[in-house]
């Protein structure tokens, strides 16, 4: 997700934690909706936004050609650094923000999340994978090389 405000932390860290964890694994991840520019080298959200809001002051003024991004740990609320080497593994929760293809029917296929866990009266539409992938493999999933994930060179 994009997280641009304390409120959109703690809407999407209450729907991260709600995914179940298989046996035997620590809660996952949430990976968070930033790529690498290439040509500052620095973080931006997929929207083509500065990042502006962090938590904890984390610094995301590092080179992140260098295979370095941030991810969020819901369960303690906060950011931290996260090498995207394809050999480092690491269990993420990905969350995608879409819009509904019938407008008429604003879940479609999704289902609307759970009263016990809306905020504020927010209910945004979920769906659930449990897909084991490599960091690789699941960034592949998510931004495949048709140009879907913006590349700034």
Do not use: M
């Not at 964890?21 to 040509?39: D, E, H, I, M």
């Not at 500052?40 to 962090?54: K, M, P, Q, S």
């Not at 809306?118 to 209910?123: K, Q």
């Not at 945004?124 to 590349?151: D, I, M, N």
């Amino acid at each position: 997700p994009i997280i641009k405000s304390d409120l959109d932390n703690d809407i999407f860290n209450t729907i991260a934690l709600t995914v179940e964890t298989p046996a035997g694994l620590n809660a996952s991840n949430l990976l968070l909706g930033l790529v690498c520019n290439q040509r500052t080298r620095r973080l931006e959200w997929a929207d083509g936004d500065h990042v502006g809001y962090t938590t904890n002051k984390i610094d995301l003024s590092f080179d992140c050609t260098q295979k370095l991004t941030a991810v969020s740990e819901p369960k303690k609320n906060d950011w931290y650094e996260i090498s995207t080497v394809p050999n480092d593994d690491h269990s993420f929760t990905v969350l995608c923000a879409t819009l509904p293809l019938d407008l008429d029917d604003k879940c479609a296929e999704y289902q609307t999340i759970d009263d016990s866990v809306a905020e504020d009266g927010y209910r945004p539409c979920v769906r659930f994978s449990y897909e084991h992938k490599s960091w690789t493999r699941k960034k592949e999933a998510l931004w495949p090389a048709s140009g879907a994930q913006r590349q700034i060179k």
